[in-house]
């Protein structure tokens, strides 16, 4: 079993769209929560990061973590079609120097 | 440049040849790391440099793998005797790791791409 899994998708929404991207993991140990998002040919770059347990906003977007449930979730507001992207989710231990990231989920917002 | 850069941006090989890939952290920036991504397989990590620290080199799928960082700058990671299952987009990342550790927040380079025919 993989340390995290992600629906990889493709997800296609018509904008204006809420979208909800969903990541479980199976290492109670992981305290920090982030998700990427992944332009076509680009790198990574973080959207947001949680420590630990609740809630998180920035904008459009909201990140909430269940550590009771292993289960971390991105909301994406008011969808644009500049959101269209690949949007990882990555964990990693309080302690140690891995990042652990899903596979991606393909994010399509549709005009 | 602000960012991470890596070279080549593409790079296409025959199977059994050695290939290097470059990567220029941030300025400053303490952390080194290599991911490979190979499609639907996420980012799979494969080396961290940190400070003068020995490398954390538990990510490496086979001894054909290896990296160096000089100077705690530079990095080059080299795969030796290529295979066609090596093909896949080689990312680095840099970031400043605070002392005690803590949460680091990882910036990636654009990637290379590599072909092994």
């Known amino acids: 079993q993989k340390e995290v899994e992600q629906d990889p998708g493709p997800l296609s929404v018509p904008e204006g769209a809420i979208v909800s991207l969903n990541c479980t993991y199976s290492?109670?140990?992981?305290?920090?929560f982030m998700w990427y998002r992944q332009y076509s040919r680009k790198g990574p770059e973080l959207l947001m990061y949680t420590y630990s347990s609740g809630n998180k906003e920035d904008g459009r977007f909201t990140a909430q973590v269940d550590k009771s449930s292993k289960y971390i979730s991105l909301f994406i507001r008011d969808s644009q079609p500049s959101d269209s992207a690949t949007y990882l989710c990555?964990?990693?231990?309080?302690?140690?120097?891995?990042?652990?990231f899903g596979t991606g989920t393909s994010l399509t917002v549709i005009p | 440049g602000a960012g991470v850069s890596q070279s080549p941006s593409n790079k296409v090989t025959e199977k059994g040849k050695d290939v290097e890939l470059r990567c220029d952290p941030i300025s400053g920036h303490t952390a080194l790391y290599w991911y490979r991504q190979s499609l639907g397989q996420g980012l799979e990590f494969l080396i961290y440099f940190q400070g003068n620290s020995a490398p954390d080199k538990s990510g490496l799928p086979s001894d054909r793998f290896s990296a160096e960082r000089t100077g705690g700058s530079v990095s080059t990671l080299t795969i030796q005797r290529t295979q066609q299952e090596d093909s896949a987009v080689y990312l680095c990342?840099?970031?400043?790791?605070?002392?005690?550790?803590?949460?680091?927040?990882?910036?990636f380079g654009p990637g290379t791409r590599l072909t092994v025919l």
């Open positions: 990342a840099s970031s400043y790791r605070p002392a005690g550790g803590g949460y680091n927040e990882q910036f």
């Open positions: 990555a964990m990693r231990r309080n302690t140690g120097n891995q990042f652990y």
């Open positions: 290492n109670s140990a992981f305290q920090y």
